[in-house]
């Protein structure tokens, strides 16, 4: 990965006038600003190929090598992150930033136990032996409200739910108190009752560790539960941002419009169609 830099400031994340472009191809992402606090919530979304996961995987130097970004400023935790190598990102990552993915199962080791994977991260950034790192990985699964947490220390993945997997993870990526956490798609692939679990534990975390979370999401019905701020991302470009209630309540954009219009309410009839944007209209509207 390829990264130009122009100049920093702080925050858990900020990035002003983003870039992406792979290989010679036309850039995927386009002057991208976006700011999260420290204890804020902020969600970005937008649909599939909208540059919101290549915006988050920037963020924490996980792009390919065949990626390029061209950037104003991007720091993470108030440390200025442009032209990082990879042994850097590698010590910033764990350590002041955590990552949540979408699927809790290829995001861990199916061999080696919870309780181990946890301590790992605490060990290879030297912040405890192995004795505390034991400790701090059972305290952390009770931090993320794991049931038994002593058993399931001892636990593989795949003895575990796929909610109790993505409380895993969550674990893993706050095991060093990170002032950053990026969230990609992370309920997802989970059940209803199982994703309002997880929203509500991200709520908490952010309110006991002050930790600052981008939240990426297609889901506007989730974002809407979960942040404080939504950036709406189109084509490459954040169309529109502000505090979620004024995004959602009053949207100004024209996608975000036809984005909240394509959503079934208690009023839509049953069995009726659902609606879809209609591109042709939406392009002369933005246009």
Not at 12 to 27: F, Q, S
Not at 192 to 210: K, N, Y
């Amino acid at each position: 990965m390829k990264t130009t830099t122009r100049e920093p400031r702080g925050d858990a994340l900020r990035i002003e006038r983003m870039d992406i472009a792979y290989g010679d191809a036309e850039p995927v992402v386009r002057d991208v600003d976006l700011r999260v606090g420290s204890g804020e919530i902020v969600g970005v979304i937008g649909e599939s190929g909208s540059g919101k996961s290549s915006v988050a995987l920037a963020s924490l130097g996980l792009l390919p090598d065949s990626a390029s970004i061209l950037v104003d400023r991007m720091e993470v935790a108030g440390q200025d992150v442009t032209g990082l190598d990879e042994l850097a990102w590698c010590d910033l990552r764990g350590r002041s930033a955590g990552m949540v993915f979408q699927e809790p199962m290829t995001a861990l080791n199916p061999c080696v136990r919870v309780g181990a994977q946890i301590a790992e991260v605490l060990r290879i950034h030297g912040l405890a032996d192995a004795a505390a790192a034991r400790e701090r990985a059972l305290e952390l699964l009770r931090l993320v409200r794991m049931p038994d947490p002593e058993r399931r220390l001892r636990s593989y993945p795949h003895q575990l739910s796929g909610g109790q997997r993505q409380r895993v993870v969550i674990a893993i990526a706050m095991a060093a108190s990170p002032a950053l956490l990026v969230a990609d798609e992370a309920t997802t692939a989970l059940d209803v009752t199982v994703q309002a679990q997880i929203l509500e534990l991200l709520r908490a975390l952010r309110d006991d560790t002050g930790v600052g979370v981008l939240f990426i999401s297609h889901d506007l019905g989730v974002i809407g539960q979960l942040c404080d701020r939504i950036a709406v991302m189109y084509r490459g470009r954040v169309v529109e941002t502000g505090p979620a209630a004024e995004v959602l309540g009053a949207p100004s954009h024209p996608y975000t419009k036809a984005l909240l219009g394509s959503i079934p309410t208690r009023a839509t009839p049953a069995r009726s169609p659902l609606a879809v944007i209609d591109r042709a209209a939406l392009e002369e509207a933005i246009a």
